[in-house]
């Protein structure tokens, strides 16, 4: 078969022959010393008497993540550069650093770690907000080969502790507040203090970055804690520094706590060799950002995997510039600062989650900002592309922001969907901008990208083999929808085992189809371009009279209609059908009505659309309206299982019962705004859940 197009070449050379694709793209990192092989595979025997297929990156390499990311910038002479642009419209401060400035800051406070007793191999936690530091304590802590545990600035003490005695962290480094949107500020000394009150485990220290807005007071040194800047002066002062400690490549870099909703957090471990090799690659091919005069914009958290990886580490391994932004999407000030962020610093490569999208949508339904501020007076004009990851982006949003950036952004520019995970570290699927023939895809894209198709994250990237799959782990049919897995070995980017629970790493990944596939716990399908469409988590799929239908294909359907700017579709119990998709939605505009229950022509007009792009069987069984009442993790994922929770709890006529809210979630008020949403919908429509779908749709 001829493969047309440079990214099925790609892909298809990295599929033959991983070690020669793998082993060229090593060659772009610094290596202290150089892996013996590129690719080990064995089986490993579990105490439980279970094996399995274990593999390991570049065995025998040693390396150092910060000297790539920091030091080798500034003896390769880009010292100069811009490494981070730092934007924070919460506190209204912007600040700048030189790879070089970023240099002598991570060398200083490595080696205020180094005294404080942090040696290679030692985890320490770190609890910070969106703040330069924050990215310097990532860089020390790896500068010194010990591991970093980044958790969300701003999470539950319970939550917290919980990650603490899971990775008995030999410090914490944190700060005085964390400052969320028009909020004000969040101090963080009541909620460090009360994790490590909860938590047997006690780390020895706790370092304090001080922020005016907020201090931490009074610092207990009898506890352990420590002013970072007094430990960072006295440092200066004395001429103290770390140098860069290599690692083994099969070490890890850092542990990162998945975001999930139920039981014990997972910890994922991230190798270190793979690591670098993977992002260096990914960055350039996928997202088609390629060194020092590029300015990533990611959107993100650092405590989420997507800010690891690409508001930290790709931007600086490659030498290009991060921008780091502490604020939302709306209300600091309001829906334009994205686009007035791309503006100042010429952001060439932006990244966020498709709720980001979809809460500017709600605010700036007719686009002002984006059109007739920025757009019209040609300040968008450096923006290649827009990265949307963490949920599954509707064609209509992608189509939207699609049409804005080609009217008004770089020629060419794209919206690409990329599907990935905390365990796969990079982008499992997506359209990548710089598919050349170039083995180390150092130049621009010479050749056009693949066609982007709206609703779909892209076809796999290297290294990934992905697999639709039916409940017995056997191949669908394309087009099929099913569980979607992958086979071993994954990309050098992905998790290879869990923190310290290698029986836990078989049951949650492997187990379920006997060691044959790792189970990415998504479904979806694959169509017969091997496009990848991901259409929920397999535990969101509803059953509605035998037929299976995704949450992401019904709200697909809903959003398709101009005035929603967001819905969320959960499956309810229903006696005659065994689920019933319920819907939630958002009008788009600034003017939001109060009434839980829709218009009757808008519902009517909605439940056209499910029946025209799903059928008659996925009838809605009734839909909410409202504002800030879909409740998401502070990585952006809509939490479906709680407003399944809340309706299912109406049924029985308990909707004030508590429900199970994770400790993830970025927006607590919403469950209450839903709650009552809930309430009044079932004041005036109760009965008629139990009416046949049918006798619904007229209502
Ligand atoms: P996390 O590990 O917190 O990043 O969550 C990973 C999960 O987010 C995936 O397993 C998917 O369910 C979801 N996800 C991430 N990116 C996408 C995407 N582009 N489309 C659909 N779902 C996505």
Not at 641 to 657: F, G, M, P, Y
Request: with cysteine; charged share 25%.
């Amino acid at each position: 078969m001829v493969l047309k197009h440079a990214q099925d070449r790609v892909y298809a050379r990295a599929t033959a022959n991983p070690r020669t694709f793998w082993s060229t793209q090593a060659e772009s990192i610094h290596w202290h010393t150089r892996p013996h092989e590129t690719l080990h595979k064995r089986k490993k025997l579990l105490k439980s008497g279970v094996s399995h297929d274990h593999w390991t990156w570049f065995p025998g390499g040693e390396v150092s993540t910060t000297y790539n990311c920091v030091d080798r910038h500034v003896k390769n002479g880009n010292g100069n550069n811009i490494a981070i642009y730092w934007d924070s419209p919460v506190t209204g401060a912007k600040e700048q650093f030189t790879y070089k400035q970023l240099l002598e800051e991570v060398e200083t406070l490595a080696g205020v770690l180094r005294e404080e007793g942090v040696k290679k191999g030692d985890v320490v936690l770190v609890y910070m907000p969106m703040v330069p530091t924050a990215l310097f304590a990532m860089l020390a802590i790896a500068r010194l080969g010990a591991i970093h545990a980044v958790v969300f600035g701003g999470f539950a003490p319970a939550a917290l502790a919980q990650r603490i005695e899971a990775s008995r962290p030999k410090a914490i480094m944190t700060a005085s507040c964390g400052i969320e949107g028009a909020k004000g500020p969040v101090g963080y000394k009541k909620m460090i203090e009360e994790a490590v009150e909860r938590s047997t485990y006690k780390p020895y220290k706790t370092i304090i970055w001080q922020r005016d807005e907020l201090r931490w007071d009074p610092v207990l040194r009898e506890s352990g804690q420590r002013n970072w800047q007094r430990l960072v002066k006295s440092a200066r002062n004395r001429g103290l520094k770390a140098d860069a400690v290599p690692v083994k490549s099969e070490d890890g870099l850092y542990i990162i706590y998945t975001s999930g909703t139920t039981g014990l957090p997972k910890g994922v471990v991230r190798t270190a060799g793979g690591h670098a090799v993977g992002l260096n690659f990914s960055i350039k091919y996928l997202f088609g950002v390629h060194g020092p005069g590029d300015v990533m914009f990611t959107a993100s958290d650092i405590g989420w995997v997507v800010g690891h990886s690409y508001i930290v580490y790709a931007p600086l391994l490659i030498g290009a510039t991060t921008v780091l932004f502490e604020g939302k999407p709306v209300g600091t000030p309001d829906a334009s600062t994205f686009w007035r962020v791309v503006e100042e610093y010429k952001v060439t490569t932006m990244f966020t989650a498709p709720t980001a999208l979809r809460a500017i949508r709600r605010e700036d339904g007719d686009n002002e900002y984006f059109e007739k501020t920025y757009g019209e007076r040609g300040g968008l004009k450096s923006l290649r592309a827009l990265f949307l990851a963490g949920e599954r982006s509707e064609p209509s949003i992608v189509e939207m922001y699609q049409k804005l950036l080609t009217k008004h952004c770089a020629e060419g520019a794209l919206v690409v969907d990329n599907w990935w995970s905390s365990e796969s570290g990079s982008p499992i699927s997506g359209i990548a901008l710089s598919a050349t023939a170039g083995e180390d895809f150092a130049t621009r894209q010479r050749e056009q990208p693949l066609p982007i198709k709206p609703g779909s994250a892209g076809k796999a990237m290297p290294g990934f083999d992905v697999q639709v799959v039916d409940d017995e782990g056997n191949p669908v049919e394309r087009g099929q929808m099913g569980n979607i897995v992958m086979s071993i070995p994954l990309a050098p980017t992905a998790f290879t085992m869990l923190w310290n629970d290698e029986e836990r790493f078989y049951r949650s990944y492997l187990k379920r189809f006997d060691g044959r596939w790792v189970d990415t716990g998504d479904a979806g399908m694959i169509d017969n371009d091997g496009y990848i469409s991901i259409m929920s988590r397999s535990d969101d799929i509803l059953n509605v009279a035998a037929h299976r239908f995704s949450t992401g294909a019904i709200e697909q359907a809903i959003t398709s209609h101009p005035n929603i700017a967001e819905a969320a579709v959960v499956g309810i119990p229903d006696q005659l059908k065994g689920h019933l998709p319920f819907a939630f939605v958002t009008l788009s505009g600034h003017q939001h009505p109060d009434a839980a229950v829709p218009d009757d022509d808008l519902f009517k007009a909605v439940q056209k659309l499910v029946r025209e792009q799903i059928g008659a069987i996925a009838s809605l069984g009734g839909m909410i309206q409202g504002k800030g009442m879909i409740p998401k993790t502070r990585s952006g994922k809509t939490l479906r299982r709680v407003l399944r929770e809340l309706i299912e709890n109406a049924t029985h006529d308990q909707v004030e019962k508590e429900v199970a809210v994770p400790s993830t979630i970025e927006d607590k008020e919403a469950v209450e705004v839903a709650r009552a949403k809930v309430k009044a919908y079932f004041r005036l429509k109760g009965k008629d859940l139990h009416k046949p779908a049918e006798a619904r749709a007229k209502l």
